[in-house]
């Protein structure tokens, strides 16, 4: 187990000291480990569920579409008129 974890250690640290990014290694990494556990077949069926479970959860939809949302309203200018709306007047 000790072999396993310094091996796992010594390739995430390769693969960010060659530049990769941070989540693409860490991804790398997990894959790798999956791949020489459990198989090839237990490997993808895993990795498909995680990315099918990023992909379709409910925070990881709403939050860039609420960016987006204030995105609008700024460059329209109706964030503005709205804030002054709301602002006291003195």
């Known amino acids: 187990m000790g072999g396993l974890i310094i091996a796992v250690v010594g390739m995430l640290v ?6 990769m990014w941070i989540a693409i290694a860490v991804a790398l990494v997990g894959i790798v480990v999956l791949w020489t556990r459990t198989g ?3 490997m993808m069926g895993t990795a498909a569920w995680h990315i099918w479970y990023a992909a ?5 939809t709403a939050v860039p ?5 204030g995105f609008i309203l ?3 200018g109706l ?4 804030y002054s709306g709301l602002e ?3």
């Not at 390769?14 to 530049?19: N, Q």
């Open 56 to 60: 379709t959860n409910f925070t990881f």
């Open 74 to 76: 700024v460059e329209s």
């Open 14 to 19: 390769s693969f960010l000291a060659s530049g």
């Open 65 to 69: 579409l609420f960016i987006f949302m």
């Open 40 to 42: 090839f077949d237990a």
């Open 88 to 90: 006291p007047t003195l």
């Open 79 to 82: 964030a503005k008129r709205i």
